[in-house]
């Protein structure tokens, strides 16, 4: 069993800022591929962003490639999403998910556990 517990979203201008956080528990966040994904008002779950268990791969998707960043720490059981040059295009509530896979997936069928989300909110 693995919880999630987002934290960092907020309100930001247009090409600012934001750093958000996933804490988790258990001790097996280390074999766990995370991500994150997004959702804006009346529009499906989006795939962020993704990175293997080990830290060693990641991957984006487009839109965001170059602005965001994804992390973790493993002894802290941590990922962290680093997210700059902001647009109002990034407004969404933001999630953070954990896959037993290993390896790094853009399929949200793939991640068992999700954190309750944070909401992002850019103005222009």
């Known amino acids: 069993q693995v919880q999630l517990f987002e934290s960092g979203g907020g309100l930001v201008q247009a090409g600012g800022s934001l750093r958000l956080s996933c804490a988790a528990s258990g001790r097996a966040f280390g074999k766990y591929s995370m991500a994150w994904f997004r959702q804006a008002p009346g529009e499906e779950l989006e795939f962020v962003g993704a990175?293997?268990?080990?830290?060693?791969?990641?991957d984006y998707v487009d839109s965001v490639k170059g602005r965001f960043t994804i992390s973790r720490d493993n002894a802290l059981n941590q990922l962290t999403l680093q997210m700059n040059t902001l647009n109002p295009e990034d407004t969404a509530v933001y999630y953070c998910a954990s896959s037993p896979m290993t390896f790094v997936t853009r399929a949200s069928t793939e991640y068992r556990y999700w954190g309750q989300g944070t909401q992002v909110t850019v103005s222009s």
């Open positions: 990175i293997s268990a080990d830290g060693a791969r990641t």
